[in-house]
């Protein structure tokens, strides 16, 4: 058989997209949701940290720098910034400890057990993170059955509720959800033939883990690290019930300042402080990422 | 043609009837105050007497977990008010009054105003009091077993991380700065509140939590907590809920009244019916009804003969003289030095 040349009809040519058109198309939705559902208020926000406070609560809208100055010149809220920041890096580290062998594991069963694990993980997403916190109240409170077993051992028993131990553990076990689906996803380029090169070439476990699991699974590290470390940051529901009022934090102190004294320009000024504390996070995410690759 | 006029008869009626939905709505009354228990009980006590008796004007309860946002919601409605009537703590209704938002209460809004006590009335708050609160003393009727008489109670050893406190900036905390200063031996409390944050920094490490959620009275009623501090008419329906296991008290030393009142939002959609609702609310029998139903103290001096001697010996009508005059409008000036007193001398304390 020979080849027969043949004439296809050429299709019409369909409307060509200019470059760029399309994506901005495709952006301007949510773009726009964006402008006003989050960048507008933003900016609110911003402007409400340059009004003055009138005692009281009243709300003056004027131009000053009072709240900044006084915010940074006050060695209670630099404590505050402190706190925050290192409380939430002890919390992202530890839920990255719990949380790596569980991932781990995960990627590699496989079959129904998998999926029985997966959702055994996300499952408390499904439960108000207010309920789990006062779940924990239960179980930690000095009367409580840790406590008890604690001193049942005979040793001396710490208090674990009402003060920063309970706030650590609270939302160290809330974020492990977070930290699980976070690693996993990273897990991707972790390539069990790889695993077994090593092995092979007579790696130790321990050199396999340091040498190929570990570099393979960072980008998931950083990601569930940043994911970890801005919810923790925010978050204030767990803070307020298991802190007993002893655990000054941003986010509580934020709604104290709002709810409570009333004083929204200082409020704002702490919301955009957290703002700039999660831009440096989010720096700090993509230098580590740039790194990597 | 005929179509024509069909369409246009249709439209005509459709635009009258929303005219006339649009009349019907102004006598919707909307109220704003607390959520929750508050709300259960004043709508038994007051609004559904009050719609019994004006059948054409319907209130609305608006509830919201507290003062503030309140004021937020009225601040963010100041072009095109929604609400009516707002009823919220005096220090933050006097803020709502500097931005304007309350319009003025004078006797073209309530003939009661003559009969109101001293105390309702505060210089410069578009608003007056329609419900006084005084913190108490609560305790866990398992794990106290003899009633205390006294705040010092609180400071008692055996109850040690034990002892609920809402601390400052909530207003239960600074009431009780003001009581644990006049205790100490302080002498004026908008000068100097010294004495009392001495003495606080002594119960501070019996203190078990500074934050008690969702509020005091469950935490000593479950037994979770063994004593604390409260508001009174709260404390008296959550003691009946609790089969006795909460234990309410108003200790010998007296205590510091909490105020709420009630305002006109200026520009609110039903300004004549609610002018009706604010005049029904301070009236000797709305307020009387309220502490039979409630337990906070009447704000109207002819209400007292109203009330039973029962609903009447669970608020501090009978101890009026033990009560330390508290000016909430001076507090708040002095509010943010105390809440640093606290924060640097007396909450580290209890870590």
New interface residues.
């Given amino acids: 058989m020979s080849a027969v040349p043949t004439t296809t009809p050429v299709p019409a040519a369909p409307r060509q997209w200019r470059d760029g058109e399309l994506a901005v198309l495709l952006l301007l939705p949510i773009a726009l949701i964006n402008a006003i559902g989050f960048i507008l208020p933003v900016l609110n926000l911003a402007r409400y940290s340059f009004n003055k406070s009138r005692v009281g609560g009243g709300i003056e809208a004027v131009f000053t720098w009072e709240n900044w100055a006084g915010l940074l010149s006050d060695p209670f809220y630099l404590e505050l910034v402190f706190n925050s920041v290192w409380i939430s890096l002890a919390i992202t580290l530890t839920t990255l400890v719990v949380s790596y062998p569980i991932a781990l594991y995960l990627h590699r069963a496989s079959g129904a057990w998998r999926t029985f694990l997966t959702v055994l993980v996300i499952s408390p997403l499904l439960t108000s993170a207010v309920v789990r916190t006062y779940g924990w109240i239960a179980i930690l409170v000095d009367d409580g059955p840790v406590v008890g077993a604690i001193k049942a051992l005979g040793l001396p028993a710490p208090s674990l509720m009402f003060n920063i131990k309970g706030v650590f553990i609270g939302l160290t076990e809330i974020l492990m959800p977070y930290m699980i689906l976070a690693l996993m996803a990273g897990f991707g380029r972790l390539d069990p033939r790889v695993e077994e090169a090593a092995r092979t070439l007579g790696a130790t476990p321990s050199r396999t883990f340091m040498k190929v699991i570990l570099p393979l699974t960072l980008p998931g590290i950083a990601l569930g690290c940043l994911l970890c470390f801005v919810l923790a940051v925010s978050s204030f529901i767990t803070p307020k019930l298991m802190g007993g009022g002893r655990v000054f934090l941003l986010a509580t102190e934020i709604y104290d300042q709002a709810i409570v004294t009333l004083n929204w320009p200082l409020a704002s000024t702490l919301s955009i402080l957290v703002l700039i504390v999660f831009g440096a996070a989010l720096w700090a995410y993509s230098a580590v990422l740039r790194r990597l690759d | 043609m005929t179509k024509t006029r069909h369409a246009t008869r249709a439209g005509l009626a459709a635009l009258a009837m929303a005219l006339a939905t649009s009349v019907a709505m102004a006598d919707t009354v909307v109220l704003t105050a607390y959520s929750g228990i508050f709300q259960e009980n004043y709508v038994k006590a007051v609004v559904e007497p009050f719609m019994k008796a004006n059948p054409d004007i319907t209130v609305e309860f608006y509830g919201m977990p ?1 003062s ?2 309140m ?1 937020g919601t009225l601040r963010a409605q100041a072009s095109a008010p929604q609400i009516d009537i707002a009823i919220m703590d005096v ?2 209704a ?2 709502a009054t ?2 304007g938002i309350f319009a003025p209460m004078d006797e073209s809004v309530t003939k009661h105003l003559a009969d109101l006590y001293p105390q309702a009335k505060a210089e410069g708050v578009n608003a007056v009091g329609v419900t006084f609160d005084n913190l108490v003393l609560l305790y866990n009727t398992d794990k106290v077993k003899t009633v205390p008489t006294s705040w010092n109670a609180l400071w008692d050893a055996q109850y040690a ?1 034990q002892v609920s406190i809402p ?1 400052v ?2 207003i239960q905390g600074t009431t009780f700065t003001i009581i644990t200063d006049k205790m100490a031996g302080g002498t004026n409390y908008i000068e100097s509140v010294e004495a009392g944050i001495n003495r606080l920094a002594e119960l501070a490490p019996l203190v ?4 008690p ?1 969702p509020d005091v009275y469950q935490p000593i009623s479950s037994g ?1 907590a063994a004593i604390g501090i409260g508001w009174n008419a709260r404390a008296q329906v959550y003691a009946d809920l609790s089969d006795g296991k909460l234990g309410v008290v108003l200790p010998e030393e007296g205590s510091g009244f909490q105020i709420n009142v009630i305002g006109l939002v200026k520009g609110g959609p039903a300004s004549d019916s609610a002018k009706k609702f604010i005049d029904y609310a301070l009236s000797p029998e709305a307020q009387a009804a309220f502490t039979e139903q409630m337990f906070y103290a009447p704000t109207n001096s002819k209400a007292a003969a109203l009330i039973s001697e029962k609903a009447l010996s669970r608020t501090a009508a009978g101890a009026m003289d033990k009560m330390i005059d508290i000016n909430w ?1 001076e507090v ?2 002095i ?2 030095a105390i ?2 007193q606290w ?2 001398r007396v ?1 580290p304390l ?2």
């Fill in positions: 507290n503030a946002q004021l220090s933050v006097k803020a500097d931005e991380k601390a900036p909530d078990q939590t500074w934050e959620r979770t409008l708040a000036k509010r943010d809440t640093e924060r640097r909450i209890s870590r």
